[in-house]
């Protein structure tokens, strides 16, 4: 492959030649240089190493740009190369701006204009991010090519799962011309889609997860089999709890089934999270946290499916799908919610084939020019929608209440308000789906008066309701009768400790009816339902347990 391209782009020549000079004379001989002359210039040439299935590994932009400034180049550089190191330059008067982009475009440094000499100014800096960006279990990943059908579920799962899990990969449709030569050289039918071609050429037919997860790098196999911490479910709170326990010398192992961020990581854009006033997408923050938790020495097991708990002495014993266990002194039960599925005649043989619960975020630019249908009035259901307002035509948000502020946090029930795309739409409810192969039309109805008609469409997303995931904990752990799990002084009945607890004081806040295992989160019964909330859990319930772990 093609070295590793570094980016420079300034609107100003003579500048613009002197940052392509020095970066050229320090890291010619191992990335390739490319130097453009305005936001746009650069946009175009990073589409083209894209489509060559060639890295980026390092953004140089200055702020000061007509028609697109820096900052506005980044973050629309960001959508192209996500893992790219992102460095403004500015000058001076300048450094407010600079400081606001490191919100705004996740930026990892600002350099003061003139950098000279570069050797103490520059390449210091350069040197650290490309040192990064070289760590990172991406940068070593070439292209992974997904063939299959557009309208296939299983198809749809496999692109699901890398996007999900930040795994860069091409999709071809399996009538494509790229897609039917990738076919032929390994040998596959269209019966047996999808297939997946790997960075180092290896042809995966109908893949599982655990498949996918294996063959692109992804660590499936604990390396121990005991830790002072297990945390069941990666979202925000299992995130939280795993910095928080490897950066404090716990030996720790992070299991999740699906990918790491769970709902939250998702979101395309949240605006209410401390310290982010410009918003942060779900995925930043998540990989964000994953790569503190692993620099902090924690394990990151992916594709595992957690399906039982044992307390046995004063170890905690956790069962996986496929019969093995790992076991640990504590765990953190981190397992989140997931949405409700819809019961309105046709859509379950539709899932995944027009019918999608969450996001799907790589379902957006396919809904460019069309009509959409969201069904939610909560933060997730207005996120989204301001997201799929840049791609679709319209978007319609169904709600069976009359107002989006009953639920909905006001910075997106204002937004959605301003924006000429989107369309709520008050006392409906979805019917009825149908379609050919894929959803082709839906029958809405009118909740007040009962009148149904008929839309057609091709997309709907659902995002009602909140189910927990603790099904697989069976009886072990309390939970209420929705099944969160009851925590601390929930467990307390008119003051009597639950049934079968051993210990001689009352359970810790966070902590289940089960001594040692804690609860943070979605999962947990009464929490708040909001990402900051979840990650402080998660660090609350990892200081218990230290108390634990201390106790006699």
């Keep these: ?33 490319v130097r453009a002359n305005s936001g746009d210039e650069a946009l175009q040439a990073l589409k083209e190493i894209k489509l060559r299935g060639e890295q980026v590994a390092l953004l140089l932009a200055d702020y000061r740009m007509p028609q697109m400034n820096g900052i ?43 950098w000279h000499p570069p050797e103490e100014h520059l390449y210091p800096v350069m040197d650290e991010l490309l040192g990064a960006w070289l760590a990172s279990p991406d940068s070593a990943v070439a292209e992974t090519r997904i063939v299959g059908h557009r309208w296939s579920a299983p198809s749809f799962a496999a692109r699901d799962f890398l996007a999900r899990n930040l795994v860069p990969y091409r999709w071809l449709a399996s009538d494509e011309p790229d897609g039917q030569r990738l076919l032929a050289a390994a040998g596959v039918t269209e019966a047996e889609l999808p297939l997946v071609v790997t960075a180092d050429g290896k042809a995966l037919v109908m893949p599982t997860e655990l498949d ?11 390396a121990s089999d005991f830790y002072d911490l297990v945390v069941v479910g990666a979202g925000p709170a299992g995130l939280g709890a795993a910095v928080y326990a490897a950066s404090e010398g716990l030996r720790t192992v992070l299991v999740e089934r699906e990918a790491t961020g769970g709902q939250a990581g998702q979101s395309r854009r949240i605006e209410n999270y401390l310290g982010f006033p410009d918003g942060v997408s779900g995925a930043q923050l998540t990989e964000r946290a994953r790569r503190q938790a692993l620099k902090f020495g924690a394990e990151l097991l992916s594709t595992r499916e957690v399906v039982g708990l ?35 005649p046709g859509l379950a043989e539709l899932t995944s084939r027009g019918v999608y619960y969450g996001s799907a975020a790589t379902e957006a630019r396919a809904c460019e020019g069309a009509d959409i249908y969201i069904v939610g009035g909560a933060n997730s259901a207005g996120q989204s929608a301001v997201y799929f307002a840049k791609f679709a035509r319209r978007v319609n948000i169904l709600i069976r209440g009359d107002d989006l502020r009953r639920s909905m946090s006001q910075y997106l029930v204002d937004q959605i308000a301003a924006a000429d795309k989107i369309t709520v739409h008050p006392f409906t409810e979805v019917a009825e789906g149908g379609g050919e192969g894929h959803l082709e039309r839906l029958t809405l109805r009118d909740t007040r008066t009962g009148e149904s008609r008929l839309v057609e469409t091709s997309w709907l997303f659902v995002f009602i309701g909140a189910e927990p995931r603790t099904d697989w904990l069976g009886s072990i752990v309390a939970r209420d009768a929705r099944g969160f ?45 909001r990402v900051a909330s979840a990650v402080g859990e998660g660090a609350m319930a990892v200081s218990l347990v230290h108390r634990y772990l201390e106790s006699p």
């Excluded at 492959?1 to 001989?29: C, E, F, H, K, W």
């Excluded at 190191?85 to 450094?95: P, S």
């Excluded at 996918?212 to 660590?219: E, I, K, P, R």
């Excluded at 009851?486 to 902590?511: C, F, I, K, N």
Aim: aromatic share 6%; no cysteine.
């Design 485 to 529: 799990v009851l925590t601390g002084p929930d467990l307390l009945v008119e003051g009597r400790r639950p049934a079968g607890w051993s210990l001689s004081r009352d359970p810790y806040h966070l902590e289940s009816s089960v001594p040692g295992v804690f609860a943070a989160g979605d999962v947990r019964a009464e929490s708040v339902k």
């Design 212 to 222: 996918l997860a294996t063959n692109v790098g992804m660590s499936v196999t604990p």
């Design 72 to 114: 506005e180049f980044l973050e629309a550089a960001m959508d192209l190369f996500p893992m790219a190191r992102r460095v403004l330059l500015t000058a001076y008067a300048d450094t407010d701006a600079a400081i606001d982009a490191i919100n705004v475009v996740d930026l990892d440094h600002y350099l003061l204009k003139p």
């Design 310 to 344: 044992d307390a046995a002495g004063a170890t905690r014993l956790v069962r996986f799908g496929d019969g093995t266990t790992i076991a640990a002194h504590t765990a953190v039960l981190a397992t989140g919610v997931t949405y409700r599925r819809m019961e309105a």
């Design 1 to 33: 492959m093609a070295n590793p391209a570094i980016l420079t782009v300034d609107d100003d020549p003579a500048v613009s030649r002197a940052v392509a000079r020095d970066v050229r004379r320090q890291y010619g001989d191992h990335y390739r240089v």
